[in-house]
């Protein structure tokens, strides 16, 4: 079964900081990886997305993520953290299960941002 | 383009009743999965629905159902409450369920069970 790990449940950078959130995933076949945001009362919003091809993927809001085979790793960066940026974060992978979408999410990291 | 829409935001129910949540998809979605966000157990998938078929199950008791309409819109019902069931539950559509074709999320319908 596809598992996703998030080992940081908590995370606190100073504004203008760098930023490293790690996910790592457990799947039998080339998977379909995802990270969404979700702030305080909010649904999720979609960062970023790997299906195939370049392993270094952009997203909105300044996001990157790098697609490790190897590691089984989907590590979410951002360069320099804005105040903003203060939400939980989670990594999914998609199944093809029986047809159709199905996201398995990891436990999310709680991102803090101090100005 | 709207956005998934969720109604109603908060709903407050007692051990035994139950309830209906609603979800309308962006315009042109066919897709519509369903979602529990728990503190304890986080997110967990309950079923997806692609024209009106049920197309993918979770590991939830039968107590939890739900349909889909021919304009795609979704509803999902339990029945029989129980504390546990007290979540922010989240709709999400896609445009034809693939994987290539990621989910939107609505802002969720909080229920609480008393």
């Known amino acids: 079964a596809q598992s996703v790990t998030q080992p940081d449940i908590h995370i606190t950078v100073s504004e203008g900081a760098s930023l490293e959130l790690r996910c790592n995933y457990s799947y039998g076949a080339t998977p379909y990886l995802f990270w969404y945001v979700q702030s305080p009362g909010q649904g999720l919003q979609l960062l970023l997305k790997?299906?195939?091809?370049?392993?270094l993927v952009q997203g909105i809001k300044g996001f990157e993520a790098e697609f490790k085979r190897s590691q089984s790793s989907f590590n979410l960066r951002k360069p320099s953290v804005h105040w903003s940026d203060a939400a939980e974060y989670f990594c999914a992978v998609g199944s093809l299960t029986g047809g159709g979408n199905k996201l398995t999410f990891g436990t999310g990291t709680q991102l803090k941002v101090e100005l | 383009k709207a956005g998934v829409t969720q109604t109603p935001r908060y709903l407050i129910k007692t051990r035994g009743q139950q309830v209906t949540l609603s979800c309308s998809p962006i315009s042109g979605h066919r897709s519509v999965s369903w979602y529990q966000q728990t503190p304890g157990q986080g997110l967990q998938f309950l079923f997806e629905y692609f024209s009106e078929t049920q197309r993918n199950k979770g590991n939830f008791p039968g107590r939890f159902s739900g349909r889909q309409f021919s304009n795609s819109r979704s509803e999902m019902n339990v029945s029989t409450l129980e504390l546990g069931d007290s979540a922010l539950y989240l709709c999400?559509?896609?445009?034809?369920?693939?994987?290539?074709?990621?989910?939107?999320f609505g802002n969720g319908t909080r229920l609480t069970v008393t």
């Open positions: 790997y299906f195939s091809g370049d392993t």
């Open positions: 999400a559509s896609s445009l034809d369920g693939q994987n290539n074709s990621p989910l939107h």
